[in-house]
């Protein structure tokens, strides 16, 4: 249960957001938090990330049902394993998902408000369920590459036993 609890937070915490950016600005204000490098800035995306296959919303609101039920199968499946890693990367997923998904589903865009910008260079902006989405994606490599290292000390395990 605390993992979707956990999935409940991100995404209380990105709709709350969004609603804040969507009812106090004006699509394309800002607001300089640290100098230029990190601006809250209103703006909307009907594509994926990076502004990508705009204007698919069936597209992605089908895909983003297949994948919340994928998540949820896996997460149920995994949740019960010694290892946390994997099922609160699983709910970081799942929460920022369930969020971009409503937005979507309900207006056909999501509403996008963080931008970085190093030097020229404008990050794409994001909002909070893009963050905890990538932040899952990350974690769940890292569990992957700790998982092949403890089943390779296993098997290491295993062989001297069988040498003694």
């Given at each position: 249960?605390?993992?979707?609890?956990?999935?409940?937070?991100?995404?209380?915490?990105?709709?709350?957001?969004?609603?804040?950016?969507?009812?106090?600005?004006?699509?394309?204000?800002?607001?300089?938090?640290?100098?230029?490098?990190?601006v809250i800035t209103s703006h909307r995306n009907s594509g994926a990330a990076f502004g990508i296959l705009q204007d698919q919303r069936w597209f992605f609101?089908?895909?983003?049902?297949?994948?919340?039920?994928?998540?949820?199968?896996?997460?149920?499946?995994?949740?019960?394993?010694?290892?946390?890693?994997?099922?609160?990367?699983?709910?970081?997923?799942?929460?920022?998902?369930?969020?971009?998904?409503?937005?979507?589903?309900?207006?056909?865009?999501?509403?996008?408000f963080i931008q970085l910008n190093f030097g020229s260079y404008t990050f794409p902006i994001f909002n909070i369920a893009d963050s905890a989405i990538c932040?899952?994606?990350?974690?769940?490599?890292?569990?992957?590459?700790?998982?092949?290292?403890?089943?390779?000390?296993?098997?290491?395990?295993?062989?001297?036993?069988?040498?003694?």
């Amino acid at each position: 249960m605390v993992y979707y609890i956990l999935a409940f937070i991100v995404f209380l915490v990105d709709q709350g957001t969004k609603f804040l950016i969507a009812t106090r600005m004006e699509l394309r204000d800002e607001i300089p938090v640290i100098g230029n490098f990190f601006v809250i800035t209103s703006h909307r995306n009907s594509g994926a990330a990076f502004g990508i296959l705009q204007d698919q919303r069936w597209f992605f609101i089908v895909v983003t049902l297949v994948v919340v039920v994928a998540l949820v199968w896996y997460l149920q499946k995994v949740k019960d394993t010694p290892h946390k890693l994997l099922p609160v990367a699983l709910s970081l997923v799942l929460g920022g998902a369930i969020g971009n998904f409503l937005d979507r589903a309900l207006t056909g865009e999501v509403v996008d408000f963080i931008q970085l910008n190093f030097g020229s260079y404008t990050f794409p902006i994001f909002n909070i369920a893009d963050s905890a989405i990538c932040i899952g994606v990350v974690l769940i490599i890292v569990e992957t590459l700790l998982e092949g290292r403890r089943e390779k000390a296993a098997a290491k395990i295993e062989g001297n036993e069988h040498h003694e």
